[in-house]
């Protein structure tokens, strides 16, 4: 079946370095990709997607890049803030099955210190 | 700006006890869902629904069952709740009826405790 693995945490990173979360997936068809973020006490919300492979998703700073040849979607920050700090989340959903709800992967949660 | 709440933030129930966990949205969305989220586990979704009355089984489904009798309102049930049901419950939305690319919108998750 379909999954999604992403890199172990928590990271932690100094204020203003540079970010990388690695997310690989595997799928039947063409999945859809999303990041979502978890702030402290919220629920989810959609940071960034790509519906198709070379797509780009880019939000508030940070970068995806849909590789199909590699099956990943790396989330790239240049430059980090405290803000930043939440739990991160790889998803795909296919687009050639019935299937309606996301596949998350287990989550990173990023530390960011001042 | 759209919505979705949860009925509760925390809540404490005992083994064996009916549970019900309710999820509003305001944005008229077709699909509504319920999953769970456990450390190490990322989210599992339990039960999904693209339609009043509708619903289909998630990855999960053992020990509950859902409940949406209006568009806006999606219910999630534990028959008879047990320990290992201890966990965040979140539920979400989105508008599209068929394969979904839209947006899911995220309530802020109820986090059940089953003693």
């Known amino acids: 079946g379909d999954s999604v693995t992403q890199m172990e945490g928590p990271v932690t990173l100094s204020e203003e370095a540079f970010l990388t979360i690695n997310c690989t997936y595997t799928?039947?068809?063409?999945?859809?990709l999303f990041w979502y973020v978890q702030y402290p006490g919220e629920g989810l919300q959609l940071l960034l997607k790509?519906?198709?492979?070379?797509d780009k998703g880019s939000n508030k700073g940070f970068e995806a890049t849909y590789r199909k040849e590699t099956t990943s979607f790396h989330l790239e920050k240049g430059s980090v803030q405290v803000s930043d700090s939440a739990v991160y989340f790889c998803a795909l959903t296919p687009m050639d099955t019935g299937r309606r709800a996301l596949t998350f992967g287990s989550g990173t949660r990023l530390q960011v210190q001042p | 700006d759209v919505k979705v709440t949860q009925s509760s933030r925390y809540l404490v129930k005992r083994t064996g006890e009916k549970v019900f966990l309710e999820c509003v949205q305001d944005?008229?969305?077709?699909?509504m869902f319920w999953y769970r989220q456990d450390p190490g586990l990322g989210l599992r979704l339990i039960y999904f629904?693209?339609?009043?009355?509708?619903?289909e089984k998630g990855d999960i489904p053992e020990g509950y069952s859902v409940s949406r009798e209006k568009k806006e309102r999606f219910s999630l049930i534990l028959e008879s709740a047990s320990t290992n049901q201890t966990s965040m419950y979140l539920c979400?939305?989105?508008?599209?009826?068929?394969?979904?690319?839209?947006?899911?919108?995220f309530g802020p998750g109820t986090r059940l405790t089953v003693l």
């Open positions: 799928a039947t068809g063409y999945p859809s």
């Open positions: 629904s693209y339609d009043v009355k509708m619903k």
């Open positions: 790509a519906t198709k492979a070379d």
């Open positions: 979400a939305s989105s508008l599209a009826g068929g394969y979904l690319t839209d947006t899911q919108y």
């Open positions: 944005m008229d969305h077709e699909n």
